[in-house]
Antibody, heavy 120, light 110 residues
Framework: EVQLVESGGGLVQPGGSLRLSCAGSGFTFSIYWMHWVRQAPGKGLVWVSLIHPDGSGTDYADSVKGRFTISRDNAKNTLYLQMNSLRAEDTAVYYC?????????????WGQGTLVTVSS | QSALTQPPSASGSPGQSVTISCTGASSDIGRYNYVSWYQQHPGKAPKLMIYDATKRPSGVPDRFSGSKSGNTASLTVSGLQAEDEADYYCSAFGGGNNWLFGGGTKLTVL
């Protein structure tokens, strides 16, 4: 059974840092693109970042570029999102999502989400 | 403001059909067929319902169908059932490894 399990969320002060993790199981993690998507409380989904299967390529939404870093450890089947210089507007549930095979797109599997709250 | 435009709400009675639109631009929906639709129930993770504009993942009922014309994609839910009541989001490839979402549509089954 394919599973994605996020962890690392919590309360952090503005300007602080947090690292999210997403552990994959039940599939060959190293051959899939992976994405992060977030959802502010009561709001819609927003794409955040993606990473190539071997980690050689990454991209980010303009709103997080220069502050967030996506990475992966295929030996540990784990995806990461390092979040620095956090702002109140980064408060959201963060989901990891698997990319689709044989086409672009993502989201055939999602994690349960981890809540990040940026507040003093 | 979302890059893709969806109506905030839609509704229909059980058994009826409802169509939700998603309007983008010639640089995203108009250029690529990489349009997906997701269903999200309150407090749950999104679920992929349609990808590549018209394809259904295994396990998704054939009551759900997708289409695309020009800069607009659409999701049609036929034979509405109570469990279809949820938020629906479209997503599209915006070029340059960038992905866009619509603002979401709340579907109410009357």
């Amino acid at each position: 059974e394919v599973q994605l399990v996020e962890s690392g969320g919590g309360l952090v002060q503005p300007g602080g840092s947090l690292r999210l993790s997403c552990a994959g199981s039940g599939f060959t993690f190293s051959i899939y693109w992976m994405h992060w998507v977030r959802q502010a409380p009561g709001k819609g989904l927003v794409w955040v970042s993606l990473i190539h299967p071997d980690g050689s390529g990454t991209d980010y939404a303009d709103s997080v570029k220069g502050r967030f870093t996506i990475s992966r450890d295929n030996a540990k089947n784990t995806l990461y999102l390092q979040m620095n210089s956090l702002r109140a507007e980064d408060t959201a549930v963060y989901y990891c999502a698997r990319g689709l095979r044989a086409t672009s797109g993502f989201g055939d599997y999602w994690g349960q989400g981890t809540l990040v709250t940026v507040s003093s | 403001q979302s890059a893709l435009t969806q109506p905030p709400s839609a509704s229909g009675s059980p058994g009826q059909s409802v169509t939700i639109s998603c309007t983008g631009a010639s640089s995203d929906i108009g250029r690529y067929n990489y349009v997906s639709w997701y269903q999200q129930h309150p407090g749950k993770a999104p679920k992929l319902m349609i990808y590549d504009a018209t394809k259904r993942p295994s396990g998704v009922p054939d009551r759900f169908s997708g289409s695309k014309s020009g800069n607009t994609a659409s999701l049609t839910v036929s034979g509405l059932q109570a469990e279809d009541e949820a938020d629906y989001y479209c997503s599209a490839f915006g070029g340059g490894n960038n992905w866009l979402f619509g603002g979401g549509t709340k579907l109410t089954v009357l």
